[in-house]
């Protein structure tokens, strides 16, 4: 039997998150989502984290769809 995760995806790393972007005025990369206080304390506390606004940083997803 096959089991099945959640809609949710799990961000084995921000950096390959869309929401991961470089802050030009703070000279580091900084995560765009606005994490609620329970999110975010779950992220800080936790070796694994499923993200609820983690997005596959994909560049070539629109070229895809315009195929």
């Known amino acids: 039997m096959e089991r099945r995760r959640s809609g949710r995806r799990q961000a ?3 950096e390959t998150c ?3 972007v470089y802050d030009e005025e703070f000279e ?3 995560c ?3 994490l609620d206080e329970d999110d975010m304390a779950r992220f800080m506390g936790s ?3 499923d993200c ?3 997005r596959l940083n994909d560049e070539y997803r629109i070229v895809r769809r315009q195929m």
Do not use: G, K
Request: aromatic share 34%; charged share 15%; net charge negative.
């Open 12 to 14: 084995d790393s921000c």
């Open 32 to 34: 765009t989502a606005s």
């Open 28 to 30: 580091y990369y900084v």
């Open 47 to 49: 070796q694994r984290f």
């Open 18 to 20: 869309e929401n991961y």
């Open 52 to 54: 609820p606004y983690y």
